[in-house]
């Protein structure tokens, strides 16, 4: 399967902005036998959480149709990161997916809102685990930037088969350590592709002035090996992934046959 991940530069609350840049990218920089592109989160806005009442999307009204629209003319699916979103008056951080035929694959909001960005202020946290889809009968899910830091989050669709989870994110340099050491281990662990998508750029939220959103999008194959990674500026990566060294990884460890919920604990 051959993935282009566009790590790009979000510029917060210029979504009119931001969507001539992504189409700009489709026009010039998709290659023609790519199979699926990857955009980073937040890619509306980005982190102008102070106007995103009035800012946000609704329902999807704006961000579907536009990607839908690139979806077809392009004859791509599209791992859409994410948007704000309004729903019955709440905000949320919605991920979402479209196949080349225009097809609503998949929408999720973010689970765990980042206390650091007081994000808890602004949106609200959805509360249903990330589930399984198919692209090109693959199945694969989608999870976004602060979720990675649980690994319960991903342990689910893995379970149930994706050969790849894809995260979107803006994730800052400060931990920028965090990030790589944390894509690694969920690949790891679950013995799956790992396929992270992230921006660069100013960080545009008033408690992290001066930090910088750090880059590094990357594709992690099954045994924690690091394919392709991108440094701290814009920059496309092109990568083919070989499905078939799931299968060969989760043969090798055979981590799911030896699982053993009947012991584990969770605190509550």
Same mark, same amino acid.
């Given at each position: 399967?051959?993935?282009?991940?566009?790590?790009?530069?979000?510029?917060?609350?210029?979504?009119?902005?931001?969507?001539?840049?992504?189409?700009?990218?489709?026009?010039?920089?998709?290659?023609?036998?790519?199979?699926?592109?990857?955009?980073?989160?937040?890619?509306?806005?980005?982190?102008?959480?102070?106007?995103?009442?009035?800012? +946000?999307?609704?329902?999807?009204?704006?961000?579907?149709?536009?990607?839908?629209?690139?979806?077809?003319?392009? /004859?791509?699916?599209?791992?859409?990161?994410?948007?704000?979103?309004?729903?019955?008056?709440?905000?949320?951080?919605?991920?979402? +997916?479209?196949?080349?035929?225009?097809?609503?694959?998949?929408?999720?909001?973010?689970?765990?809102?980042?206390?650091?960005?007081?994000?808890?202020?602004?949106?609200?946290?959805?509360?249903?685990?990330?589930?399984?889809?198919?692209?090109?009968?693959?199945?694969?899910?989608?999870?976004?930037?602060?979720?990675?830091?649980?690994?319960?989050?991903?342990?689910?669709?893995?379970?149930?088969? +994706?050969?790849?989870?894809?995260?979107?994110?803006?994730?800052?340099?400060?931990?920028?350590?965090?990030?790589?050491?944390?894509?690694?281990?969920?690949?790891?662990?679950?013995?799956?592709?790992?396929?992270?998508?992230?921006?660069?750029?100013?960080? /545009?939220?008033?408690?992290?002035?001066?930090?910088?959103?750090?880059?590094?999008?990357?594709?992690?194959?099954?045994?924690?090996?690091?394919?392709?990674? +991108?440094?701290?500026?814009?920059?496309?990566?092109?990568?083919?992934?070989?499905?078939?060294?799931?299968?060969?990884?989760?043969?090798?460890?055979?981590?799911?046959?030896?699982?053993?919920?009947?012991?584990?604990?969770?605190?509550?």
């Amino acid at each position: 399967m051959k993935i282009q991940l566009f790590q790009i530069e979000i510029i917060g609350g210029e979504v009119e902005q931001n969507e001539n840049r992504i189409k700009a990218l489709f026009e010039e920089k998709l290659e023609a036998d790519t199979e699926v592109v990857v955009i980073p989160e937040m890619w509306n806005n980005g982190y102008d959480l102070q106007h995103l009442e009035e800012q +946000a999307d609704i329902d999807l009204t704006r961000s579907l149709p536009f990607i839908q629209c690139l979806a077809v003319k392009h /004859n791509v699916d599209i791992i859409a990161g994410s948007v704000s979103n309004k729903r019955e008056d709440n905000i949320y951080n919605t991920a979402f +997916a479209v196949s080349k035929t225009g097809e609503l694959l998949y929408q999720k909001d973010k689970i765990h809102l980042v206390p650091m960005l007081d994000e808890h202020h602004y949106l609200t946290a959805g509360n249903d685990v990330p589930d399984v889809f198919e692209i090109n009968d693959t199945k694969v899910s989608q999870i976004i930037c602060y979720d990675l830091r649980f690994p319960e989050i991903t342990r689910y669709p893995s379970f149930k088969g +994706a050969k790849i989870i894809f995260y979107v994110a803006q994730w800052t340099t400060k931990n920028l350590n965090h990030w790589r050491s944390l894509l690694k281990a969920r690949a790891i662990e679950n013995c799956v592709y790992v396929i992270a998508c992230n921006s660069v750029g100013d960080v /545009n939220n008033e408690n992290h002035v001066g930090n910088t959103y750090a880059g590094h999008s990357m594709v992690i194959d099954p045994n924690g090996n690091i394919v392709e990674e +991108a440094d701290n500026q814009e920059e496309i990566i092109t990568v083919e992934v070989d499905l078939q060294k799931v299968a060969e990884q989760q043969q090798k460890i055979p981590i799911f046959k030896n699982l053993r919920p009947d012991v584990y604990k969770y605190a509550k």
